[in-house]
Nanobody, 123 residues
């Protein structure tokens, strides 16, 4: 049974950076597409980025393009989300998710989810 654990969240000032990690256990990530999602209080869950099995294909929400970079290290069974130039509106709980279907930013397409990590951007 695939299990995902996010880490790396925290409090950062506007303009700062964080790197989130999504570590997998119970199964290899090699066959899975991985997505990052976020949910702010009172808002719907939003797709942020996704990556294909070997990292060749990536996709980003317009709101994070040019600021966030997704990558993966299959040898470490881990996917990363590098977040630069953070803005207060990036504040949310960030989740990683895995599925076999494809690199999409629709949360309904993912069957395996982590518990989330809080990112707060504030001065």
């Amino acid at each position: 049974q695939l299990q995902l654990v996010e880490s790396g969240g925290g409090l950062v000032q506007p303009g700062g950076s964080l790197r989130l990690s999504c570590a997998a256990s119970g199964s290899t990530l090699d066959y899975f597409y991985i997505g990052w999602f976020r949910q702010a209080p009172g808002k719907e869950r939003e797709g942020v980025s996704c990556i294909s099995q070997r990292g060749i294909l990536t996709n980003y929400a317009d709101s994070v393009k040019g600021r966030f970079t997704i990558s993966r290290d299959n040898a470490k069974n881990t996917v990363y989300l590098q977040m630069n130039s953070l803005k207060p509106e990036d504040t949310a709980v960030y989740y990683c998710a895995a599925d076999l279907a494809g690199c999409v930013l629709r949360s309904d397409d993912y069957n395996h989810w982590g518990q989330g990590t809080q990112v707060t951007v504030s001065s």
